[in-house]
């Protein structure tokens, strides 16, 4: 059964982007301490990603408690792993199936004195993270009180507003047509 222990190819590279464009991408970024690393199974059909604990100093997009788990669901990058544990981090972190990161999302440690030839930032995570603190601010502590990480609202957004503009949109539009349509027989 040689087939079966074949893996898919992957690339491991990233695009560089700006610092504005990992935030946007982000569903919520965070600074914090690499506590522990689960290894995943990277060998099945549908791969078990590595599981990284973080203790969480800030958030700098979104909220959530002092500790979480994310997976890092590209991990032939230098992201989070083995030997990062108790190192400092920024992470990006996208709901797409679950919170997860990766280095191309822009997740590194601080402490990583490795960094690539090409610019602005794969992987220099601290020149990153100077410009993201310009970009957001300081951002805000962890907040116990929740149970998960949570994306930011939409500040502003009507949600009451767009919900009754949503449902009587249509039916004024049928009720409308339902009287020209008496008007014309």
């Not at 599981?51 to 032939?76: H, N, Q, W």
């Not at 990161?101 to 822009?106: F, P, Q, S």
Request: aromatic share 8%; with cysteine; glycine share 10%.
């Amino acid at each position: 059964m040689l087939w079966a222990s074949i893996r898919p190819a992957r690339a491991c590279q990233c695009v560089p982007h700006s610092a504005a464009e990992y935030v946007d991408r982000a569903d919520v970024v965070l600074v914090g301490k690499l506590l522990s690393f689960g290894p995943g199974n990277h060998t099945k059909d549908e791969p078990i990603f590595d599981t990284a604990t973080m203790k969480v100093e800030r958030y700098l997009k979104g909220s959530g408690p002092s500790e979480v788990i994310v997976a890092d669901d590209f991990p032939c990058l230098p992201g989070l792993g083995p030997s990062a544990i108790g190192q400092r981090h920024i992470v990006f972190i996208d709901f797409v199936h679950g919170p997860e990161t990766n280095a191309c999302l822009g997740t590194g440690s601080l402490e990583n004195p490795f960094v690539a030839p090409f610019d602005p930032y794969p992987f220099a995570p601290a020149a990153l993270l100077s410009d993201v603190l310009g970009q957001v601010g300081v951002g805000t502590p962890p907040d116990d009180s929740l149970s998960e990480m949570r994306p930011p609202e939409a500040a502003g957004f009507p949600r009451l507003s767009a919900a009754i503009a949503a449902t009587l949109g249509p039916l004024v539009f049928l009720a409308g047509a339902a009287f020209v349509w008496r008007r014309r027989n």
